[in-house]
Structure formats: C-alpha cells, structure tokens
C-alpha cells in the first residue's frame, strides 16, 4: 500500500519562502495523480496544485499560482511543492495527495504552515 510522508513547513513571515516534500513508498508515485491540498484554520479542504498521471499537465488554484511550484522528482519517488511569496492567508495544514486510477487516495501526514503578517 502507497504511504506518503511529508517533511517541511513550519512558521516564517510575509513574503518568504518554505519548500514541502512528500516522499511515497510502498508504489511508484508516477503511477498516480499527485497534488497538493490545504486546510486553513475554519476552511474546507482544498485543493491547489497538482499533476495528471494521464497527459502530466500541471494545473494550480489562482490564489497560489504563480507563487507555488509544483514538482516531482521520479527518481527519489518525491514530489515537491515550492512555497514563494508567502502571505498570512496561506497559513494552513498542507497535505500532499496522491490519486489511483481505480478512485483510491492517499493521504500525506499534514504539515502545518504558519506566515505571521
């Protein structure tokens, strides 16, 4: 069974930058939809980054766009999502994804994410 384990995160202040890893084991991560999600404080689970393991497009949520990175790195079974410009409304636990063809997801432990203003 796929398990993933984050590493990353922490407090930093507006404007800096933070980089998340999520490394798989158990499966190759390229068999699989990979992303990233976030749940800020009060909020809904969402989604704001991720890969399609059908055609490898990249696609991101408008707020993070442009700020975030989304990678991976197949070799070391790891995807990455580099955090740029950072601002208080990113604060929130970050998840990383990872999404089977047959409809099962795998979940990342969560990483919490603190940008003090």
């Known amino acids: 069974q796929l398990q993933l384990v984050q590493s990353g995160g922490g407090l930093v202040q507006f404007g800096e930058s933070l980089r998340l890893s999520c490394v798989a084991s158990?499966?190759?991560?390229?068999?699989?939809?990979v992303g990233w999600f976030r749940q800020g404080p009060g909020k809904d689970r969402e989604a704001i980054a991720g890969?399609?393991?059908?055609?490898?497009?990249?696609w991101y949520e408008d707020s993070v766009k442009g700020r975030f990175t989304l990678s991976r790195d197949n070799a070391k079974n790891t995807v990455y999502l580099q955090m740029n410009g950072l601002k208080p409304e990113d604060t929130a636990v970050y998840y990383c994804?990872?999404?089977?063809?047959?409809?099962?997801?795998?979940w990342g432990q969560g990483t919490q994410v603190t940008v003090s203003s």
């Open positions: 994804n990872a999404h089977s063809f047959l409809g099962t997801d795998y």
């Open positions: 158990g499966g190759n991560l390229g068999n699989y939809a």
């Open positions: 890969i399609s393991s059908i055609d490898d497009k990249y």
